[in-house]
């Protein structure tokens, strides 16, 4: 990762629990697969990126989703 690294928090759909990630909006709009530090399960996250750069939404689903 490069660019401009923000820190978000997550929470699992599968336990619920929260953690925090970082996360590159400077790569545009995205969507990839992270595992949960506590319950290990993959967790599909969507970020949404405005045209300015601008992380404007964090989004999280299961893989079954």
Same mark, same amino acid.
């Given at each position: 990762?490069?660019?401009?690294? =923000?820190?978000? /928090?997550i929470h699992c759909p599968y336990c619920g629990e929260s953690y925090d990630t970082v996360v590159?909006?400077? /790569?545009?709009?995205?969507?990839?697969? =992270?595992?949960?530090?506590?319950?290990?399960?993959?967790? =599909?996250? /969507?970020?949404?990126?405005?045209?300015?750069? =601008?992380?404007?939404?964090?989004?999280?689903?299961?893989?079954?989703?």
């Amino acid at each position: 990762m490069s660019g401009n690294l =923000e820190t978000v /928090a997550i929470h699992c759909p599968y336990c619920g629990e929260s953690y925090d990630t970082v996360v590159d909006p400077s /790569a545009g709009s995205q969507r990839y697969v =992270e595992d949960c530090p506590v319950c290990c399960r993959p967790i =599909e996250i /969507a970020l949404r990126v405005g045209v300015d750069g =601008e992380l404007l939404d964090v989004a999280t689903a299961t893989d079954n989703d």
